[in-house]
């Protein structure tokens, strides 16, 4: 499977999403294979399809006014931030080359890239069967959205690196109570680079959709 990746820097959600539905229309039609895209978000909340907007802890025009946008989306999925220093990776993949299904994708691919990545730096982090991302300890260091349309994926991952969590601050991440949210950077006491970390995913992501691909 021929990857093709796209990194953006800093772009807005809706850029974000414009280009991801254009890849995604490659893909469905085979103009491509496949597309990994890398990005920051500037400080943005998300709101997937069924997001209860009861996970805001302040009012829209508050959170407004401090210079964060709000967007709604078509992922799976509750609120969510983003945020500068935060790792955004949207892989559009087609799961019908991989005979793989929606939820393997999710854990035995994406999740378990991010956990590949975090045992390299030396953090060991888990799944939830019940909260959705990646954590260390009971603090979430990565969060997970995906949909699957045409048996195309789209959405992804957000891995926080060095951002700053403020933002988090205004909503319940994820809708998930009694939570705490944290970074690379905090973890491990130090700034994690994120190019580092962006290298390291699509290292983990290339080898293992390679491998997939070729035991189909």
Same mark, same amino acid.
């Given at each position: 499977?021929?990857?093709? %990746?796209?990194? &953006?820097?800093? /772009?807005? *959600? =809706? @850029?974000?999403?414009?280009?991801?539905? !254009?890849? %995604?229309?490659? #893909?469905?039609?085979?103009?491509?294979?496949?597309?990994?895209?890398?990005? !920051? %978000?500037?400080?943005?909340?998300?709101? $997937?399809?069924? +997001?209860?907007?009861?996970?805001?802890?302040?009012? !829209?025009?508050?959170?407004? =006014?401090?210079?964060?946008?709000?967007?709604?989306?078509?992922?799976?999925?509750?609120?969510?931030? %983003?945020?500068? $220093?935060?790792?955004?990776? *949207?892989? /559009?993949?087609?799961?019908?080359?991989?005979?793989?299904?929606?939820?393997? &994708?999710?854990?035995?691919?994406?999740? +378990?890239?991010?956990?590949? #990545?975090?045992?390299?730096?030396?953090?060991?982090?888990?799944?939830?069967?019940?909260?959705?991302?990646?954590?260390?300890?009971?603090?979430? #260091?990565?969060?997970? $959205? #995906?949909?699957?349309?045409?048996?195309?994926?789209?959405?992804? /991952?957000?891995?926080?690196?060095?951002?700053?969590?403020?933002? &988090?601050? *205004?909503?319940?991440?994820?809708?998930? !109570?009694?939570?705490?949210?944290?970074?690379?950077?905090?973890?491990?006491?130090?700034?994690?680079?994120?190019? +580092?970390? @962006?290298?390291?995913?699509?290292?983990?992501?290339?080898?293992?959709? $390679?491998?997939?691909?070729?035991?189909?």
């Amino acid at each position: 499977m021929d990857i093709i %990746h796209e990194d &953006f820097s800093l /772009i807005s *959600y =809706e @850029k974000a999403m414009e280009r991801q539905s !254009q890849l %995604h229309s490659q #893909v469905v039609s085979g103009e491509i294979d496949a597309a990994i895209m890398t990005l !920051q %978000h500037p400080a943005t909340l998300t709101l $997937g399809k069924n +997001a209860s907007r009861e996970n805001f802890l302040l009012a !829209q025009k508050d959170i407004l =006014e401090r210079g964060v946008e709000i967007v709604e989306t078509d992922r799976g999925g509750e609120v969510t931030a %983003h945020m500068p $220093g935060q790792l955004v990776v *949207y892989p /559009i993949i087609p799961l019908r080359a991989l005979s793989i299904g929606p939820k393997a &994708f999710v854990n035995k691919i994406l999740l +378990a890239a991010v956990l590949e #990545v975090l045992e390299g730096f030396g953090l060991k982090g888990h799944l939830d069967d019940d909260n959705p991302g990646v954590w260390v300890e009971d603090r979430k #260091v990565c969060a997970v $959205g #995906v949909r699957i349309s045409q048996r195309v994926s789209t959405h992804g /991952i957000a891995i926080n690196v060095n951002n700053d969590l403020k933002t &988090f601050e *205004y909503i319940v991440p994820c809708g998930i !109570q009694g939570k705490t949210v944290s970074s690379l950077s905090q973890e491990l006491g130090r700034r994690v680079e994120l190019d +580092a970390v @962006k290298r390291d995913i699509l290292a983990s992501l290339n080898k293992s959709l $390679g491998n997939l691909s070729r035991d189909t």
